[in-house]
Nanobody, 120 residues
Framework: QVQLVESGGGLVQAGGSLRLSCSVS????????MGWYRQAPEKQREPVAS???????NYADSVKGRFTISRDNAKNTVYLQMNSLKPEDTAVYYC??????????????WGQGTQVTVSS
């Protein structure tokens, strides 16, 4: 009923930039927040950034000042602009959304993940 599709990953050199995007399709009443997580090899998935329906944002300390999350409600899309990338940013990045459906129940949905690799 709700699907998230990600794009924008790739291979860049340290100091470079990438912009990830995540589009939501399906049916829902409202999207309460959207965010990005990442998972490096042999590590736990960790939150990176999130944005609420009121445009309040939150960032992990490791990316503050370098990453910016934004949303385009008309396109049902969330973006993650990543600047000054470091090798430690290398991970699979996952889009996440908390959605209130027409039943008024709330559910979380995940994208398939997109690989970001930063070379030194």
């Amino acid at each position: 009923q709700v699907q998230l599709v990600e794009s924008g990953g790739g291979l860049v050199q340290a100091g470079g930039s990438l912009r990830l995007s995540c589009s939501v399709s399906g049916s829902w009443f409202s999207i309460n927040y959207m965010g990005w997580y990442r998972q490096a090899p042999e590590k736990q998935r960790e939150p990176v950034a999130s944005i609420t329906s009121s445009d309040m944002t939150n960032y992990a300390d490791s990316v503050k000042g370098r990453f910016t999350i934004s949303r385009d409600n008309a396109k049902n899309t969330v973006y993650l602009q990543m600047n000054s990338l470091k090798p430690e940013d290398t991970a699979v990045y996952y889009c996440n959304a908390d959605v209130t459906r027409y039943s008024r129940s709330s559910s979380q949905y995940w994208g398939q993940g997109t690989q970001v690799t930063v070379s030194s």
